[in-house]
Structures are given as C-alpha cells and as structure tokens.
T-cell receptor
Framework: SQKIEQNSEALNIQEGKTATLTCNYTNYSPAYLQWYRQDPGRGPVFLLLIRENEKEKRKERLKVTFDTTLKQSLFHITASQPADSATYLC???????????FGTGTQLKVEL | DVKVTQSSRYLVKRTGEKVFLECVQD?????MFWYRQDPGLGLRLIYFSYDVKMKEKGDIPEGYSVSREKKERFSLILESASTNQTSMYLCASSLTGRDEQYFGPGTRLTVT
C-alpha cells in the first residue's frame, strides 16, 4: 500500500541554522509533491509545490528538492527563525483523482 | 484574500446527537474536502466533493455523510455522534486535484 513517511520526532535547531525535513514515500510515483505548514490549532497553509520533472524549487528562504529515484523530498529552511517553528506536512499527488494524501508531519522547533 | 470558513471553532455534543459541520469557500473551487486530524495519525480524508451534488468517500467515511448542494458550501454530517469522533475537523478546497488546498481554521469537536 502507499505510504508516506515523515520523521515523527521533533527537529530542534538553533536560530540561523538550516533546517532540513524529510519526506519519503513508497509504492507510488507522485507527479507533484506539496509542502504545508501547520501551526497549533490551525489549518495547514500551502508553501510550495514541486513537479516530478523539477529537481529543486525555491521560495525566499525555503527550498524543496524532489528525487524520484530515492522516492524522497527534502524541505529546507535557511537562516531559520523562531517564527519558523511549526509542523511541516508533505503531500504527494499521484497524478490521478482529486485527492492528496498527507504525511503525519514533522514538528520543527527553532531555538534562540 | 481567499477564504475558507467553518461554522464553529469549538463544538461540544453528546453521544447520539446529529452534528452538522459547515464549510464555505469563496474561491469558486471545484473541489472541497473534509479531514479529521488526530495526534499521531495526521490528516485523514473523510469525504471529498469534486462538483455540486458529487461526492466520493475518502479513507475513513464510516459514521459520516456529506452534502454539497451549492458549489461554495460543503457540509459534514455525523448521523449519531460517538466519543471516538472527538477530533479536529478541517475543511479544505482546491481548484483541481493537483492544486494547493486552502484550509479552514478547523472545528474542534468534543463528543461526551
């Protein structure tokens, strides 16, 4: 069955460092992969979308990579700030149908 | 500014009650979704709709039904609420299946 894996353990980093979050998927080949941010008690907010033919996508301090051979996407936040503390969800889209499947998310904590 | 609104932020109901959760979007999106989110389980899709009066079951439809009489409104119905339906319920909409989803603020439902 299709599976999405994100590190369930919180990632703690120091302010100013680069945070790297991982999304691994098995048993399917997504055409797109999306990343969302979720703050406690709120709905997720879309951040970036990367297509299978794109190796890398950037938006301000955010960078996403998509390696279809490794079946993995990496999400980087450079020069991290305490305001970046949140849970980050990945959501591959397999190319058919109307629904996304979300990973369980990784909590990022950026400390001063 | 695009917006998805949900009828209540917090709701407390008794076991056996019929519960209605309403969601409205103002973006003229074709697709609307209902998820529930529980600690450690992530976002799980209950139902989605790709057009007025059209619906499809998600991953966990048991105990729920939905209604979409107008394009902008998507309702989730708990026919007979049970304690295991205590959860955060999130509504989302998107233009197409591969596009980013816009989420509402969520309804935290407690069934006692």
């Amino acid at each position: 069955s299709q599976k999405i894996e994100q590190n369930s353990e919180a990632l703690n980093i120091q302010e100013g460092k680069t945070a790297t979050l991982t999304c691994n998927y098995t048993n399917y080949s997504p055409a797109y992969l999306q990343w969302y941010r979720q703050d406690p008690g709120r709905g997720p907010v879309f951040l970036l979308l990367i297509r299978e033919n794109e190796k890398e996508k950037r938006k301000e301090r955010l960078k996403v990579t998509f390696d279809t051979t490794l079946k993995q996407s990496l999400f980087h936040i450079t020069a991290s700030q305490p305001a970046d503390s949140a849970t980050y969800l990945c959501a591959p889209w397999s190319g058919g149908g109307n629904k996304l499947t979300f990973g369980t998310g990784t909590q990022l904590k950026v400390e001063l | 500014d695009v917006k998805v609104t949900q009828s209540s932020r917090y709701l407390v109901k008794r076991t056996g009650e019929k519960v209605f959760l309403e969601c409205v979007q103002d973006m003229d999106h074709e697709n609307m979704f209902w998820y529930r989110q529980d600690p450690g389980l992530g976002l799980r899709l209950i139902y989605f709709s790709y057009d007025v009066k059209m619906k499809e079951k998600g991953d966990i439809p048991e105990g729920y039904s939905v209604s979409r009489e107008k394009k902008e409104r998507f309702s989730l119905i708990l026919e007979s609420a049970s304690t295991n339906q205590t959860s955060m319920y999130l509504c989302a909409s998107s233009l197409t299946g591969r596009d980013e989803q816009y989420f509402g603020p969520g309804t935290r439902l407690t069934v006692t």
